[in-house]
Protein backbone atom coordinates (compact mmCIF):
# COMPACT_ATOMS: atom_id res chain seq x y z
CA UNK A 1 0.00 0.00 0.00
CA UNK A 2 1.06 3.52 -0.61
CA UNK A 3 2.18 5.27 2.49
CA UNK A 4 -0.27 8.49 2.56
CA UNK A 5 -2.05 9.31 5.47
CA UNK A 6 -4.47 11.96 6.39
CA UNK A 7 -5.17 14.41 9.67
CA UNK A 8 -7.93 14.70 11.06
CA UNK A 9 -9.49 11.55 10.15
CA UNK A 10 -12.98 13.27 11.52
CA UNK A 11 -13.97 16.60 11.95
CA UNK A 12 -16.83 18.70 13.14
CA UNK A 13 -16.19 22.45 12.80
CA UNK A 14 -19.01 25.17 13.16
CA UNK A 15 -19.51 27.84 9.90
CA UNK A 16 -17.19 30.79 9.68
CA UNK A 17 -14.46 28.73 11.49
CA UNK A 18 -11.10 27.85 9.57
CA UNK A 19 -10.05 24.67 8.91
CA UNK A 20 -7.06 22.99 8.06
CA UNK A 21 -6.45 18.94 6.53
CA UNK A 22 -3.40 17.25 5.71
CA UNK A 23 -1.86 14.84 3.51
CA UNK A 24 1.69 13.29 4.31
CA UNK A 25 2.77 10.95 2.05
CA UNK A 26 5.86 8.68 2.42
CA UNK A 27 6.32 7.88 -1.13
CA UNK A 28 8.13 10.69 -2.70
CA UNK A 29 5.94 11.08 -5.41
CA UNK A 30 5.41 14.35 -7.14
CA UNK A 31 1.99 14.76 -7.66
CA UNK A 32 -0.67 15.49 -5.09
CA UNK A 33 -4.64 16.01 -4.93
CA UNK A 34 -7.08 16.88 -3.56
CA UNK A 35 -10.72 15.26 -3.81
CA UNK A 36 -14.13 15.86 -2.54
CA UNK A 37 -16.58 13.06 -2.70
CA UNK A 38 -20.27 14.28 -2.20
CA UNK A 39 -23.17 11.44 -3.33
CA UNK A 40 -23.92 11.65 -6.31
CA UNK A 41 -21.08 13.61 -7.90
CA UNK A 42 -18.40 11.07 -7.36
CA UNK A 43 -14.89 12.14 -7.09
CA UNK A 44 -14.24 15.57 -7.84
CA UNK A 45 -11.05 17.68 -8.07
CA UNK A 46 -10.25 20.51 -5.91
CA UNK A 47 -7.21 21.54 -5.99
CA UNK A 48 -3.61 19.31 -7.02
CA UNK A 49 0.04 19.80 -6.65
CA UNK A 50 2.83 18.92 -9.36
CA UNK A 51 5.79 20.21 -7.05
CA UNK A 52 6.79 21.99 -3.97
CA UNK A 53 5.41 25.46 -4.13
CA UNK A 54 3.88 24.23 -7.60
CA UNK A 55 -0.19 23.96 -7.28
CA UNK A 56 -3.30 24.48 -9.47
CA UNK A 57 -6.67 24.77 -9.52
CA UNK A 58 -9.24 21.86 -10.19
CA UNK A 59 -13.13 22.12 -10.67
CA UNK A 60 -14.27 22.87 -7.29
CA UNK A 61 -11.44 25.33 -6.08
CA UNK A 62 -13.73 27.91 -4.78
CA UNK A 63 -13.71 28.54 -1.01
CA UNK A 64 -10.50 26.38 -0.60
CA UNK A 65 -6.70 27.14 -0.52
CA UNK A 66 -3.55 24.88 -0.63
CA UNK A 67 0.19 24.97 0.43
CA UNK A 68 3.19 22.15 0.14
CA UNK A 69 5.98 23.56 1.37
CA UNK A 70 7.59 19.87 1.16
CA UNK A 71 7.18 17.65 -1.19
CA UNK A 72 5.61 15.01 1.84
CA UNK A 73 3.14 17.63 2.91
CA UNK A 74 -0.26 18.64 0.92
CA UNK A 75 -2.40 21.15 3.28
CA UNK A 76 -6.28 21.84 2.49
CA UNK A 77 -7.54 25.32 4.06
CA UNK A 78 -10.83 26.15 4.20
CA UNK A 79 -10.75 30.06 4.98
CA UNK A 80 -14.20 30.38 6.58
CA UNK A 81 -15.95 26.96 6.17
CA UNK A 82 -19.55 26.23 5.11
CA UNK A 83 -22.17 23.95 5.55
CA UNK A 84 -21.63 23.14 1.79
CA UNK A 85 -18.34 22.30 2.57
CA UNK A 86 -19.64 19.34 4.36
CA UNK A 87 -17.90 16.31 2.43
CA UNK A 88 -14.92 13.34 2.24
CA UNK A 89 -12.12 14.88 1.49
CA UNK A 90 -9.57 12.21 0.25
CA UNK A 91 -6.25 12.67 -1.17
CA UNK A 92 -4.08 11.23 -3.76
CA UNK A 93 -1.20 11.07 -4.79
CA UNK A 94 1.00 9.50 -8.01
CA UNK A 95 4.42 9.20 -9.37
CA UNK A 96 3.82 10.69 -12.92
CA UNK A 97 0.71 12.37 -14.36
CA UNK A 98 0.11 9.68 -16.93
CA UNK A 99 0.20 6.83 -14.02
CA UNK A 100 -2.90 5.84 -11.67
CA UNK A 101 -3.26 8.02 -8.61
CA UNK A 102 -2.87 6.46 -5.46
CA UNK A 103 -5.42 7.72 -2.40
CA UNK A 104 -5.57 8.32 1.56
CA UNK A 105 -7.78 7.33 3.52
CA UNK A 106 -10.29 10.21 3.77
CA UNK A 107 -11.33 12.77 6.00
CA UNK A 108 -14.98 13.02 6.99
CA UNK A 109 -15.31 17.28 7.39
CA UNK A 110 -19.11 18.27 8.95
CA UNK A 111 -19.78 22.03 8.88
CA UNK A 112 -22.31 22.55 11.38
CA UNK B 1 -14.65 19.38 -22.23
CA UNK B 2 -14.01 15.74 -20.41
CA UNK B 3 -16.40 13.66 -19.03
CA UNK B 4 -16.66 10.54 -17.72
CA UNK B 5 -20.36 9.05 -17.40
CA UNK B 6 -21.36 5.73 -15.39
CA UNK B 7 -25.02 4.70 -16.59
CA UNK B 8 -25.67 2.46 -13.56
CA UNK B 9 -26.33 4.08 -10.10
CA UNK B 10 -26.83 -0.16 -8.94
CA UNK B 11 -25.86 -3.58 -10.24
CA UNK B 12 -26.59 -6.96 -8.69
CA UNK B 13 -25.19 -10.31 -9.45
CA UNK B 14 -25.02 -13.20 -8.32
CA UNK B 15 -22.07 -15.06 -6.59
CA UNK B 16 -19.82 -16.69 -9.12
CA UNK B 17 -21.07 -14.92 -11.84
CA UNK B 18 -19.63 -12.24 -14.12
CA UNK B 19 -20.69 -8.58 -14.41
CA UNK B 20 -20.20 -5.69 -16.51
CA UNK B 21 -19.84 -2.37 -15.19
CA UNK B 22 -20.33 0.21 -17.99
CA UNK B 23 -18.00 3.30 -18.56
CA UNK B 24 -18.45 5.63 -21.57
CA UNK B 25 -15.83 8.70 -21.94
CA UNK B 26 -15.48 11.83 -23.50
CA UNK B 27 -12.74 13.58 -25.23
CA UNK B 28 -11.40 14.87 -27.92
CA UNK B 29 -7.57 14.49 -26.74
CA UNK B 30 -6.11 11.91 -28.77
CA UNK B 31 -3.61 10.34 -25.45
CA UNK B 32 -5.47 9.34 -22.21
CA UNK B 33 -5.48 6.86 -19.65
CA UNK B 34 -8.93 5.08 -18.39
CA UNK B 35 -8.46 3.81 -14.69
CA UNK B 36 -11.26 1.81 -12.72
CA UNK B 37 -10.77 2.32 -8.70
CA UNK B 38 -13.01 0.44 -5.81
CA UNK B 39 -14.62 2.11 -2.71
CA UNK B 40 -15.79 -0.67 -0.48
CA UNK B 41 -17.61 0.62 2.53
CA UNK B 42 -14.97 1.17 4.89
CA UNK B 43 -14.44 4.63 2.35
CA UNK B 44 -11.12 3.46 1.01
CA UNK B 45 -10.44 3.88 -2.60
CA UNK B 46 -8.48 1.03 -4.38
CA UNK B 47 -7.31 0.94 -7.69
CA UNK B 48 -7.92 -1.66 -9.94
CA UNK B 49 -6.87 -1.08 -13.46
CA UNK B 50 -5.49 0.74 -16.39
CA UNK B 51 -6.05 1.06 -20.00
CA UNK B 52 -4.21 3.96 -22.17
CA UNK B 53 -5.54 4.87 -25.15
CA UNK B 54 -2.97 3.34 -27.54
CA UNK B 55 -2.97 0.15 -26.00
CA UNK B 56 -3.88 -2.62 -28.28
CA UNK B 57 -4.98 -5.04 -26.05
CA UNK B 58 -7.20 -5.11 -23.59
CA UNK B 59 -6.24 -4.94 -20.00
CA UNK B 60 -6.40 -7.77 -17.47
CA UNK B 61 -5.85 -7.80 -13.55
CA UNK B 62 -6.60 -11.18 -12.11
CA UNK B 63 -10.22 -11.26 -12.23
CA UNK B 64 -10.67 -8.02 -13.61
CA UNK B 65 -10.69 -6.61 -17.30
CA UNK B 66 -11.13 -3.72 -18.98
CA UNK B 67 -13.21 -4.09 -22.22
CA UNK B 68 -12.01 -0.89 -24.13
CA UNK B 69 -14.41 0.04 -27.76
CA UNK B 70 -12.18 3.08 -28.69
CA UNK B 71 -14.50 4.03 -31.41
CA UNK B 72 -17.21 3.97 -29.25
CA UNK B 73 -15.36 5.75 -26.29
CA UNK B 74 -16.60 3.01 -23.71
CA UNK B 75 -14.41 1.36 -21.00
CA UNK B 76 -16.42 -1.39 -19.06
CA UNK B 77 -14.90 -3.46 -15.89
CA UNK B 78 -15.43 -7.26 -16.07
CA UNK B 79 -15.51 -8.68 -12.73
CA UNK B 80 -15.10 -12.94 -13.31
CA UNK B 81 -16.14 -15.22 -11.04
CA UNK B 82 -18.05 -12.87 -8.65
CA UNK B 83 -16.98 -12.83 -4.94
CA UNK B 84 -18.99 -11.35 -1.94
CA UNK B 85 -16.22 -9.17 -1.39
CA UNK B 86 -16.61 -7.48 -4.73
CA UNK B 87 -19.45 -5.24 -3.15
CA UNK B 88 -18.69 -1.91 -3.18
CA UNK B 89 -18.79 1.36 -5.48
CA UNK B 90 -16.73 1.47 -8.99
CA UNK B 91 -15.43 4.75 -10.04
CA UNK B 92 -14.25 4.84 -13.37
CA UNK B 93 -11.86 7.58 -14.07
CA UNK B 94 -9.66 9.43 -16.75
CA UNK B 95 -6.86 10.95 -17.57
CA UNK B 96 -5.95 13.04 -20.57
CA UNK B 97 -2.24 13.87 -21.42
CA UNK B 98 -2.66 17.70 -21.89
CA UNK B 99 -3.79 17.86 -18.31
CA UNK B 100 -3.00 17.17 -15.11
CA UNK B 101 -6.08 16.24 -13.94
CA UNK B 102 -8.24 12.97 -13.43
CA UNK B 103 -11.93 12.66 -14.04
CA UNK B 104 -14.69 10.35 -11.96
CA UNK B 105 -17.90 9.45 -13.13
CA UNK B 106 -20.22 9.48 -10.46
CA UNK B 107 -20.03 5.83 -9.57
CA UNK B 108 -22.06 1.86 -9.50
CA UNK B 109 -22.51 0.27 -6.49
CA UNK B 110 -22.53 -3.73 -7.47
CA UNK B 111 -23.80 -5.73 -4.82
CA UNK B 112 -22.55 -9.73 -5.09
CA UNK B 113 -25.89 -11.72 -4.00
CA UNK B 114 -24.58 -15.23 -2.68
Known amino acids: DAGITQSPRHKVTETGTPVTLRCHQT?????MYWYRQDPGHGLRLIHY???????DKGEVSDGYSVSRSKTEDFLLTLESATSSQTSVYFC???????????FGPGTRLTVT | AQKITQTQPGMFVQEKEAVTLDCTYD???????LFWYKQPSSGEMIFLIY??????QNATEGRYSLNFQKARKSANLVISASQLGDSAMYFC???????????FGTGTSLTVIP
Open chain 2, 27 to 33: TSDPSYG
Open chain 1, 49 to 55: SYGVKDT
Open chain 2, 51 to 56: QGSYDQ
Open chain 1, 92 to 102: AISESRIYEQY
Open chain 2, 93 to 103: AMRVMTGNQFY
Open chain 1, 27 to 31: ENHRY
